[in-house]
């Protein structure tokens, strides 16, 4: 029996939420006494690895997470688990996260546990904390199976250690042949700016800004902050944003350190996706928004004179 | 072409979910059931490839009869007709189960799916169910379009997307961008009568799910603590307050 924590990288780097991932496996080994595997394709540095808390690392040098079709790359983790013995395998809710869990829990015959917001009970590994109804719940599940997936959401699990470690690196190619029902073609890259999964920090934008003509501000400010930009159903819904930035009940569900929300009424479904961010701001010209019964911090007035100002101060706390 | 779409039943968008019985269950009065929202992208989109291609369209729901209303519903979208396998929905993997099974005594070449069900969003079904009848299952998937044996698809992934051929038969878990949000279909007065005269059929089923992850209570997420209003002439309060106080910035 071993637990084995799926690291995500893209081109080769690995992902902050591997890291997540990684130290989530580290605590379980630790109640368990065990060893920790980490398991990737395509990987560089893989170094970084151990100092999250991997004593074994596995790099499968023919896949990798850019190329390679869903069914391949499940079919690829799924024998190194079976190999290792895996028990409890820890993956990170990320759209391959997604993707690739319910296709591995299917191959190795193991309970699938989505959404983790937190560790499991100290003396029930198999009883975890998830996250239910976009955030508006949480709930309480136990397993009875004997091997469990557990994905976890992004940025729940709160400070992650580096710890300095030993681990062996073994790089090994995988026999599993690729299935050419399924074949990438092209791959598109949005832009290089942060994604929504990864972001520590999240701007989003409503109908309040009036058109898309508005947006430079947005992302001024999101790049000074390092942070991701959103916005609400109805912005991408006339097309003023991609709808890859939508978040809430029927979007993208987010839970960032910061949520700058500018313009957005707070509709429950927009809150459903957002309100379990640890900080919310809100930037509305109307007082009864009800965005301001769900903030942590808020200014009222409008976004475009507050956005500038708040730019430039920003700017100015940074020197 | 024979098209099946896989349909839940999940809690209005505006419900305000309330735990009762211990936190044990959440409270199901004065809650309005819907089609799950992701679940309408794929029926809108399975709808034009029939009006384009002339191919039937069943939907599918395991469930109890509380979800007959959301399958007439679906007929009166416009599904050729609908199936509910009788089995309370206990996990995914049952579910899928059940589903794998019906299709394969009816030879689907497509399958959707919605990319989650807004209640539990375990995304799990679409997974599963491509798994047990090994063939492709293309997730988050924002655009579509056959050709002969293959179907081109997009795929949403973290930083952009990625676009594949795929051969079908396929599970493909949809969601907005598969249709427009303008494009959705509702029902019409017409599609509301015609649905009357279409087949709900409900079929049983045997298959059992030894393993299962219970759910063992629910807990409501902390309340914030009262919003700090920053006067917005002091806009440096808000930074000062980010950086010292929530330490975020
Ligand atoms: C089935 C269903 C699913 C849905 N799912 C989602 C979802 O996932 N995500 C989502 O976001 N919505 C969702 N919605 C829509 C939701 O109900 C709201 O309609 C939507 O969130 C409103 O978007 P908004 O806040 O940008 O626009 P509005 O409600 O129009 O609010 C605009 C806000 O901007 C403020 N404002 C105006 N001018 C300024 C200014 N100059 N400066 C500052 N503030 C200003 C206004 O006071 C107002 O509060 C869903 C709806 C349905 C029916
Ligand atoms: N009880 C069910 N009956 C039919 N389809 C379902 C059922 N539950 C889930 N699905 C399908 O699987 C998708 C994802 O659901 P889930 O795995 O529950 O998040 C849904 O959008 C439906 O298309």
Redesign the pocket.
């Given at each position: 029996m071993s637990i084995i924590t799926i690291t995500e990288n893209w081109e080769g780097k690995f992902k902050k939420t591997s890291f997540e991932s990684l130290s989530y496996g580290r605590h379980i080994a630790n109640q368990m006494n065990s060893k920790l595997i980490a398991i990737t394709i395509g990987g560089n540095n893989l170094e970084s690895l151990i100092q999250y808390g991997a004593d074994k690392i596995i790099n499968i040098t023919n896949f990798n997470f850019e190329n390679n079709n869903n069914t391949d790359i499940a079919k690829v983790f799924s024998k190194i688990i079976e190999e290792e013995n895996g028990s409890t395998i820890i993956i990170s809710n990320t759209n391959i996260g997604k993707k690739i869990s319910p296709l591995i829990a299917q191959n190795i015959n193991a309970g699938l546990i989505t959404n983790a917001v937190a560790y499991p009970e100290k003396n029930n590994l198999l009883k975890v904390k998830c996250k239910a109804f976009s955030s508006k719940s949480f709930v309480v599940y136990e397993s009875d199976y004997n091997k469990n997936i557990i994905s976890i959401i992004p940025n729940s699990i709160g400070e992650i250690n580096q710890i300095t470690g030993k681990g062996e690196i073994l790089n090994q190619e995988s026999e599993i042949k690729s299935n050419q029902d399924y074949q990438i073609l092209k791959r598109s890259k949005q832009n290089d700016k942060i994604s929504l999964s990864d972001a520590n920090i999240v701007v989003s934008a409503g109908r309040g800004l009036k058109g898309p003509e508005n947006w430079p501000m947005i992302e001024e400010l999101a790049e000074l902050l390092g942070a991701a930009t959103a916005c609400s159903k109805p912005v991408s819904d006339m097309g003023w944003r991609p709808h890859s930035e939508h978040v809430g009940q029927t979007g993208i569900a987010v839970n960032p350190d910061l949520y700058i929300a500018i313009g957005i009424s707070g509709a429950i479904q927009h809150l459903a996706g957002v309100n379990a961010s640890k900080n919310i701001v809100v930037i509305n010209t109307d007082a009864e928004a009800p965005f301001f019964k769900a903030a942590n911090y808020g200014i009222i007035g409008d976004a475009f004179t507050v956005i500038p100002k708040l730019i430039e101060a920003i700017k100015q706390h940074k020197n | 072409m024979n098209i099946l779409v896989?349909?839940?039943s999940v809690p209005d968008t505006t419900s305000k979910i309330n735990l009762i019985n211990d936190n044990k269950e959440f409270d199901r009065n004065g809650i309005t059931f819907i089609i799950?929202p992701?679940?309408e992208f794929?029926l809108t989109k399975a709808i034009f490839i029939k009006e384009s291609t002339n191919a039937k369209v069943t939907v599918?729901?395991?469930?109890g009869s509380n979800n007959d209303a959301i399958l007439r519903k679906a007929l009166a979208i416009g599904a050729d007709n609908a199936v509910r396998i009788n089995k309370e929905?206990l996990n995914?993997n049952l579910?899928a189960s059940c589903?794998a099974n019906y299709c394969q005594e009816e030879n689907f070449d497509l399958i959707f799916?919605?990319?989650?069900?807004i209640d539990?969003?375990?995304?799990?079904?679409?997974g599963f169910l491509a798994q047990k009848l090994n063939i492709p299952f293309v997730n988050s998937c924002v655009g579509m379009d056959i050709h002969d044996n293959t179907i081109e698809v997009k795929e949403e992934v973290d930083n952009g997307q990625i676009i594949s051929k795929v051969k079908y038969p396929a599970v493909i878990?949809g969601q907005k961008g598969l249709v427009e949000e303008k494009d959705l279909k509702i029902p019409s007065m017409r599609g509301i009568m015609t649905a009357r005269t279409k087949p709900l059929e409900v079929i049983e089923s045997s298959v059992e799910c030894n393993n299962n992850i219970k759910v063992i209570n629910y807990e409501k997420p902390s309340e914030r603590t009262e919003c700090k209003i920053v006067d917005s002439e002091k806009v440096n309060d808000l930074v000062e307050l980010l950086s010292t106080e929530a330490k975020v910035i």
């Open positions: - | 896989c349909i839940s799950n992701y679940d794929c599918v729901n395991v469930g929905a995914g579910v589903i799916c919605g990319r989650e069900s539990f969003n375990g995304g799990k079904v679409p878990a």
